[in-house]
């Protein structure tokens, strides 16, 4: 069970008083969003609004806006592979300073889901397969961002771990399950104090997140969670059912289920003011430990220094960096190399963050070709060929290919106009993607011009994205004119991802032409408008050829291939993991005509790779964040040691994978697998992935020569399992040493084994560390679903240590006694 808070505590009276100041109208008030990111303030009482914000890759702030733009972290994902509590808490404390510098009380992360499947289209913004690792993870973020006075956010209570019809999926899954697997990590968040949880939009077990009971219990009673519970946005769709369930915060406003109608419903008497009270209440914790209520004052964090901050994104990139496979080719010693070929578009133009909320403008991002370049620079020369085009959406305009029609300057020139066509407000922007411009009174249409200055002469893709009737013209001439209707009430569809809608038209290289785009403002559908524009694609054959070449000629060749816009984004889930056609060539061409050749891997989530025993080395880089290139060049020429491990199991490809599907069937996702996902359903079903859970390669090898662990213990005990490594290569290295259970003569339905700790050390070559494992005494209960509580059954348990689920070095067993 987790540490029991009481509900009234040192703050309980002076709230009280407060809560006690206010009319059932201002307390309502309070507890729906005063605006898309903000809570309602309460000058009566000295209470100002709380500013919110997506997380975890960066704080965006209260604006979708190219020109405050913010310091982008490595994928949640990423961040699961690092096994590595330390730095991922200190990546918490740049997000709370990123935090304060952009005036956000509140980060929405971490989310807590697991990767129950590998097509989850969110994939990238959870840390792993497993509820131990996830739960840790999430722990250490938390502790981080908290630390400095910022609110952390664990979401999405519950079970919301795929996207397709993530609004109304009800998932179902047995009473055990749900305790184990998908409450375990949000368990583990209130204990390390997490100040708010957020409700999903799914059902569990036919009631809306918002409304279930499971918000109440086991989180506020027997968890004793003492924060805030916190709608997802626009996922609260009714009132008195969300307003008597133990919710307590409906974002956006100011429009919502709650106002006036939960005042009416609290004076005739289906909803308790009691229950409003203490809603209330809890906000005001919340205001208070953020310092937004009273005398008290936001907590103003000095700026890390700019330097600083790119060397810890620099470090992380090469901590979360996973070598899947490598026969001697990496590193790669600067010194003994002439050529170096670099591949793959991806090396140009990466994907650095997955798509939807979670997303941020970043202005300084490094991509691999550059940060390879840097470190060859005066040592080697670099060749790039970008090979075929991987089927990638066109980009929005940029400062790269446009200026604004009117003053010249780099960028695109927004205006928004009234219903004849008269100019409201203009001003030149960076992107061609715009998600909340600014609209004055009157607004009706939202237009994007540019003069684009074409580099290649073919057949350009064009394209304009939104809802309501979109327009695209050049020179004049009218491409486009669709009328688009809502589809969806999805808001990262709405407001993140519209449509986008393209045509094709043939332009010159070196003479500018005139790009005007624009989209009708349809009540309820957002203010997202976005222009994209994409060169002619090279001819595939060509290109294969040309990357082929440039590998025969080279010393090593470094390809990079990646998931694109298609895939990886919060709204919807993959279809497959497969790379595509054109980019499985290319790595197949490189390989057969140098075999020093390293493929780096640029997805948030398990990809297929038909390959990798072709390549001399394989490694994930997953989204890296903005120190990607400066990151991956120091892990590829071994001023780094790649310091990952799989946060989950990655298949030889989607048809072997145990647990897939993310589509439910008459509105119902039933979750079958029960406690075995991930690595515990390959287990049971005996099948061999392509690489394990916990699976990382460094530059050094280890031998496991000591394991001391209890011959006995008593039910309810943590337990250390001590583990002696010792460092038999020729580099100074990390090792993340892992411990599994198992219990074969369970008398209840069990994993084959399941993951129960890590600890990670450090030795220089030739040296011995020693790792002491803490095995929790949750590692060792199971849920009953007779009695409804935990039990821990008595006997003989089965320690495994190792260096991956699939890679175990020492077996023992322990006799656990009653309590």
Not at 78 to 91: C, I, Q, Y
Not at 159 to 180: C, G, I, P, W
Not at 190 to 205: F, I, Q, S
Not at 634 to 651: C, I, K, Q, Y
């Amino acid at each position: 069970m987790g540490q029991v808070r009481t509900e009234g505590g040192r703050d309980g009276g002076r709230l009280d008083r407060l809560v006690g100041e206010l009319s059932l109208e201002q307390k309502v008030r309070l507890l729906t969003g005063a605006t898309t990111w903000r809570t309602a303030g309460e000058a009566a009482i000295g209470l100002r609004e709380l500013v919110t914000s997506d997380g975890p890759a960066g704080i965006r702030g209260e604006a979708w806006d190219e020109r405050r733009p913010s310091v982008l972290l490595p994928s949640a994902s990423a961040l699961g592979a690092m096994w590595n509590d330390e730095l991922v808490e200190r990546l918490g404390g740049l997000l709370a300073t990123e935090a304060t510098r952009k005036g956000v009380d509140v980060v929405l992360a971490p989310t807590l889901n697991l990767h129950r499947s590998p097509l989850g289209g969110r994939h990238f913004e959870c840390f792993s397969e497993d509820p131990e690792l996830t739960g840790r993870t999430g722990a250490a973020l938390i502790r981080g961002i908290q630390a400095r006075g910022v609110a952390a956010t664990a979401k999405h209570y519950v079970a919301n771990d795929s996207e397709t019809d993530r609004l109304t999926v009800d998932v179902r899954m047995s009473e055990r399950t749900l305790r184990e697997v998908y409450l375990a990590p949000f368990e583990a968040a209130v204990d390390a104090g997490v100040w708010l949880v957020m409700a999903g939009y799914n059902a569990v077990d036919g009631t809306t997140m918002t409304a279930s009971p499971l918000l109440a219990d086991p989180l506020k009673g027997e968890w004793g969670f003492d924060g805030v519970v916190v709608s997802d946005w626009a996922a609260v769709r009714t009132t008195e059912a969300t307003a008597r369930a133990a919710l307590d915060l409906t974002m956006p406003g100011p429009e919502g289920m709650w106002g006036s109608a939960l005042v009416r419903a609290v004076k005739d008497g289906a909803v308790a003011e009691e229950e409003i009270d203490a809603k209330v209440r809890r906000l005001l914790r919340l205001a208070e430990r953020v310092g937004a209520l009273g005398p008290s004052r936001r907590r103003r964090l000095p700026p890390t220094a700019h330097g600083a901050t790119r060397a810890l994104l620099r470090h992380a990139v090469g901590a979360s960096a996973v070598l899947l496979r490598n026969s001697g080719v990496l590193p790669l010693d600067p010194r003994a190399l002439d050529t170096v070929a670099v591949i793959g578009t991806h090396a140009a133009s990466p994907r650095l963050q997955g798509g939807g909320s979670a997303g941020v403008f970043c202005s300084e991002a490094v991509a691999p070709l550059t940060g390879i370049e840097d470190l060859l620079r005066g040592r080697a020369r670099v060749v790039y060929e970008p090979g075929p085009a991987p089927g990638a959406p066109p980009s929005p305009l940029d400062t790269e290919l446009c200026t604004d029609p009117r003053s010249g300057a780099p960028g695109v020139l927004l205006r928004v106009l009234d219903a004849s066509g008269r100019e409201l407000a203009a001003e030149l922007r960076l992107s061609g993607r715009q998600l909340e411009p600014d609209l004055p009174p009157g607004a009706h249409t939202v237009e994007i011009s540019a003069l684009l200055h074409p580099r290649r002469s073919g057949l350009w893709t064009l394209g304009v994205g939104g809802f309501g009737r979109l327009t695209l013209t050049v020179d004049g001439r009218t491409l486009l004119d669709d009328e688009v209707p809502a589809g969806t009430d999805d808001p990262a569809v709405v407001h993140v991802n519209p449509p986008v809608h393209t045509v094709r038209t043939t332009l010159t290289a070196g003479q500018p032409v005139h790009v005007v785009a624009r989209r009708s403002l349809v009540p309820g559908r957002g203010r997202a408008t976005v222009v994209t524009a994409a060169p002619p694609d090279p001819d595939p054959a060509t290109a294969l050829k040309d990357a082929a070449r440039a590998a025969r000629e080279a010393d090593a060749a470094i390809v990079f291939v990646g998931t694109t816009e298609h895939g990886e984004s919060e709204g919807y889930d993959r279809t497959s993991l497969a790379l595509g056609e054109h980019q499985d060539a290319l790595v197949r061409a490189v390989t057969a005509v140098n075999p020093r050749t390293v493929v780096v891997v640029n997805s948030g989530g398990p990809v297929e790779l038909p390959w990798r025993e072709e390549a001399g080395a394989v490694l994930l880089s997953w989204f890296p964040g903005q120190e990607a290139g400066a990151g991956l060049a120091d892990v590829l020429f071994g001023r780094t040691e790649p310091g990952g491990r799989l946060p989950t199991t990655w298949g030889t490809e989607l048809a072997d994978v145990p647990v897939t599907r993310t589509r439910p069937v008459d509105g119902r996702l039933a979750y079958t697998e029960g406690l075995h996902i991930g690595h515990r359903a390959w287990l049971r079903a005996g099948a061999q992935p392509a690489y394990w859970f916990g699976h990382g390669l460094g530059y050094t090898t280890w031998e496991y020569e000591e394991v001391r662990a209890p011959a006995h213990i008593t039910a309810g005990e943590p337990f250390t399992v001590r583990v002696t490594v010792r460092n038999t290569g020729t580099r100074p290295g990390r090792e993340v040493v892992q411990v599994y259970v198992a219990r074969p003569e369970s008398a209840v339905e069990r994993p084959v084994r399941w993951f129960a700790g890590y600890a990670a050390v450090e030795a220089e070559a030739g040296d011995t560390a020693g790792a002491d494992v803490l095995v929790g005494a949750r590692a060792l209960r199971h849920w009953s679903t007779a009695d409804h509580t935990w039990r821990t059954e008595p006997g003989c348990y089965r320690l495994i240590v190792g260096r991956s689920a699939g890679d175990t070095r020492w077996e023992g067993s322990v006799t656990v006694g009653s309590g």
